[in-house]
């Protein structure tokens, strides 16, 4: 059964950092591109940021570049977002997800595996 459990979410002042972390079980870990959406109340699931498992390639979102990071670790099965200069719109449940396919790394559809979220709420 593969499994994703996110960590680390939670209230930060705007201008503050969070660290999350997604712990992947039950999957060949280092066979799978990652990725990290968002999803504020009233609004679509969107994308944050990728990596890539053939060649640790990342990709952001234009409203997180600069801002975001994401790093995967194999050894550990996880998968992690630092968060920097929060702002009040990166208010969200924060979601991290699993994709063997090769292309789409935006679009939610082409992720099979999905963990259960973390809110992050950033005050202003």
């Known amino acids: 059964q593969v499994r994703l459990v996110e960590s680390g979410g939670g209230l930060v002042q705007a201008g503050g950092s969070l660290s999350l972390s997604c712990a992947a079980s039950?999957?060949?870990?280092?066979?799978?591109?990652m990725g990290w959406f968002r999803q504020a109340p009233g609004k679509e699931r969107e994308f944050v940021a990728a990596v890539r498992w053939s060649d640790d390639n990342r990709y952001y979102a234009d409203s997180v570049k600069g801002r975001i990071t994401i790093s995967r670790d194999n050894a550990k099965n996880t998968v992690y977002l630092q968060m920097n200069s929060l702002k009040s719109e990166d208010t969200a449940v924060h979601y991290c997800?699993?994709?063997?396919?090769?292309?789409?790394?935006?679009?939610?559809?082409?992720?099979?595996?999905w963990g259960q979220g973390t809110q992050v709420t950033v005050s202003s």
């Open positions: 039950g999957l060949t870990f280092s066979s799978y591109n």
């Open positions: 997800a699993a994709s063997f396919r090769t292309t789409g790394h935006q679009n939610p559809s082409q992720y099979i595996y």
